[in-house]
């Protein structure tokens, strides 16, 4: 595939499995950065009163918008007095043109709390957080609103957003954003700030956001290794500002663009009475209802024609679960005729050839992956790994041209460095007892074929992993028709250079070769991309890429 005025050749997945390739870090960049301090001018407070801030937005269905924000200031110290959030109302006005507000919508405001059983440990209740579901959009839409409580005469400035595409219009999300292990480094502000310049249309937030539990309760300085600095912690501590930073630093991206996350396992936080992920439950609307699941930890929804599922790694996934049961009714409802695409993701990849996390998610693996594979999902999305790995198609470790592109894109710029190590490298694969998630299973295994048979890890980059890199940076999803999408990540420190990205390849579905159990795979797939190449109207996209590539393959 060939870019229109370049001679740089995009491959596509077409022409794997590839060889694998790794760029191994930089020496001349630093592994990482410090966080920001909470009177940087992108964290502190800057509005009064009652008056809306942490403005951020989410897909509900395609008809529908969650606007979320916070009100008030939040309490910590030893002793903290919930605030009631019933004293400052929850409205948003929107409309189709500038300052005419047809619609009005109200919802629902909370608080939480993160309270700590040990002495001498701050405690923290938040600000007002408030949650409103407007309804009653239409697709590919400009929309201008406010939020905020009009009888305390605290109304947000006017915010515009655009609607997406309606499934099974054939039309599909402009730019897909993808970050992960964000964090509130000088780094994130790069990534954040590369990312804004790319013009995404939605956002994909897969796990790790604030990392607000590298600090004390009492704030201070934030750790890059929070066991090595803190050894005498009594529990993993947070300091829950760093979450209402992390709204002001995003509000001028997620005030106009909907982002939609997924926990990791930075945002479980434990406090009193082992509860746990509060600030990520709290501050956060997603379309659990909508999708059936009713719980935050996983959901799905539809974008144009993309089905996304979004799975918790955090909570019971085994087959028995309510996970693994509301996945498989999810899945068994997606028509491929509406929704071609299907892309999962959650936070710990299942695979990564990196030291860091090495096999720490089997347990998951195991459960789940043939499900995803039975249902031809195309795209795997995952984070935690701090740098950037794509796979050649792959299932239970053997290449196979009707598995996944899974991709490792952990590399948002958070405080805890980049990762350099590559479980291959000599002296680096991690002993069994390393890498036991937080939550859930260990099921680490010696692999039983291929190369690296009878060992824990291979001896060179496996060939299911087909490129990695260690840098800062984040991806961009453009899906173009129902068998093409364009994936390119951008590391961050090509922000400097113009038309310039890290890794790029164009992802093509092959639904007249991978029978799946989706529904809409009736119609032969083959059929419908020829009379795409055929048709007129066809030729936007031949003027992206060459399309002789296309044509010979279809023998037209």
Not at 120 to 133: E, F
Not at 156 to 183: H, Q
Not at 320 to 342: E, H, M, N
Request: glycine content about 8%; aromatic content about 12%; overall charge negative.
């Amino acid at each position: 595939m060939v870019v229109a005025g370049l001679s740089q050749q995009i491959p596509t997945s077409l022409q794997g499995p590839f060889k694998p390739v790794t760029r191994h870090f930089d020496p001349s960049l630093r592994r990482g950065s410090d966080d920001l301090p909470m009177d940087h001018p992108r964290l502190r407070k800057n509005v009064t009163s009652n008056f809306p801030e942490q403005i951020s937005l989410a897909l509900s269905t395609p008809a529908s918008m969650w606007v979320s924000w916070v009100t008030g200031d939040a309490q910590i110290g030893l002793n903290v007095t919930p605030v009631d959030p019933s004293t400052v109302g929850s409205e948003v006005w929107f409309g189709k043109e500038s300052g005419k507000y047809t619609g009005k919508q109200t919802g629902v405001s909370v608080i939480y709390n993160q309270l700590y059983p040990f002495e001498d440990l701050w405690n923290y209740t938040s600000g007002i957080i408030h949650h409103v579901k407007i309804d009653g959009l239409e697709p590919e839409t400009k929309y201008y609103y406010k939020c905020g409580d009009s009888s305390l005469e605290a109304m947000s400035e006017e915010l515009v957003f655009e609607t997406l595409p309606l499934p099974g219009s054939g039309k599909y999300p402009r730019r897909i954003a993808v970050i992960g292990d964000l964090g509130l480094t000088s780094n994130s502000t790069t990534t954040i700030d590369h990312l804004v310049n790319n013009d995404p249309s939605m956002i994909l937030m897969i796990g790790d956001l604030t990392y607000a539990n590298q600090y004390l309760t009492t704030g201070g300085k934030g750790a890059s290794c929070y066991s090595c600095q803190f050894p005498d912690a009594p529990i993993r501590e947070t300091y829950q500002p760093r979450w209402d930073g992390w709204g002001r630093f995003m509000e001028p991206l997620t005030s106009r663009v909907p982002m939609m996350v997924v926990e990791g396992n930075h945002e479980i936080e434990p406090q009193v009475a082992n509860i746990t992920f509060q600030s990520y439950l709290t501050r956060f609307s997603v379309p659990s209802n909508e999708s059936g699941s009713n719980s935050n930890f996983y959901y799905s929804f539809d974008a144009g024609g993309v089905h996304f599922i979004m799975l918790g790694a955090y909570v019971n996934y085994n087959k028995t679960g309510a996970q693994y049961a509301w996945l498989q009714k999810d899945l068994q409802k997606v028509d491929r005729s509406i929704t071609p695409w299907l892309v999962a993701a959650w936070h710990p990849p299942w695979y990564n050839s990196y030291s860091s996390h090495y096999q720490e998610f089997e347990c998951m693996r195991l459960e789940m992956e043939a499900l995803l594979y039975q249902y031809g999902v195309d795209i795997v999305l995952s984070g935690h790994v701090h740098a950037y790995e794509r796979m050649n198609r792959v299932f239970n470790y053997t290449l196979d041209s009707c598995g996944p592109v899974y991709i490792i894109v952990g590399d948002g710029g958070n405080i805890e460095k980049v990762d350099v190590d590559h479980a291959d490298d000599l002296g680096k694969c991690p002993s069994p007892g390393n890498n036991i998630p937080e939550i859930g299973g260990v099921c680490h295994m010696n692999f039983s074929f291929g190369p690296a048979k009878g060992k824990f890890c291979w001896d060179r980059q496996p060939e299911w992993s087909a490129y990695r890199e260690s840098s800062f940076g984040h991806g961009m999803l453009e899906v173009v028709n129902s068998t093409y999408a364009l994936w390119t990540w951008h590391r961050n420190q090509d922000i400097y250079q113009e038309d310039s990205h890290g890794d790029q390849i164009y992802i093509v579905r092959q639904p007249e070769l991978c029978s799946t159990s989706s529904k809409g795979n009736n119609i032969s797939p083959t059929a419908n991309v020829v009379a795409e190449l055929r048709n007129p109207s066809f030729s936007s996209f031949c003027g992206i890429i060459s399309c002789s590539l296309l044509c010979s393959y279809f023998n037209i």
